[in-house]
C-alpha cells in the first residue's frame, strides 16, 4: 500500500495514497473521529475492553489504507487499554485528533 | 472466476478487502463473526478464505477447526489475516494447517501475491 506521510510547512500532514482508494478513503477518516468518540465515552464509563477492540481495529485497518500512524496510535491505544491507563489512553486521542485535523490525503496513480 | 470468503469482524478491513479483491476479478463473500463464518464456509464453497483471529461469536481458531471438519473445507486454502501478536495462539494455529499466515496492518500486493499463488491450478 502506498504510504508516504510527511510535515509540510503549514503544519499539513501530506499522506500520498493510490488513486483508487480515492472513494473509501473520507468514510475510513470520518470513521475514526467516531472511534475517538466512542473511546472517549468508554473512558468515562471505565470500559476499557470496548476501547481495546476499537484500537485493536484501528491498528489493523491504518496501514492497510496507508495510514501508518493511526496504526501506530491504535496500537498505543490498545496497549494503554489492556493496561487501564486512562491517561495513556487520552493522550493517545488527542494525538488522532491532531493528526485527523491535519492529514491532507493526495491522490497518485 | 474464483471465489474468496473473507472472515472478520472489522467493517474497515471487509470494505478494504473486498473493493480490491473485486477489482482483480474475484467474487467475494463477507462473514462477520466465527458463527457466520463457518456457515459462509459450507454455504458459499469458497475457493479461499482469508481468515482473522479475533473474531466474536467463537474466534478465529473455533472457525478454522469447524471448516477442517468438512470434506470441503480440508481441501479450501485458508490464510490467517490477524493483528493478534501471540507466538503461541499462532504455532496452534498453524498445527491445524493454513496456507498462509499474515498479519495486520494488511499489505495488500503481499496479501494479494499469496491469493494468486494459492489458487494457482
Redesign the interface.
Known sequence: MADDERKSRNGEIIVVIEEDLRELIPGYLENRRKDMAEIVAALDRGDFETIRSLSHMMKGSGGGYGFDEITEIGRACEDAAKRSQAQEVRDQVARLTVYLDHVVVVYEP | MSKILIVD??P??L??LR?KLS?EGYKVAIAIDAYNGIQSARRENPDLIILDI?LPAGGGYHTLKNIRLTPQGVQTPIVILT?QQDAELRQKIEHEGVEAYLE??????VLSATIKKLLQP
Open positions: 469482524d472489522d474497515e478491513i470494505k478494504l473493493f477489482q479475533m493483528g495486520k496492518p494488511v499489505d495488500y500486493p
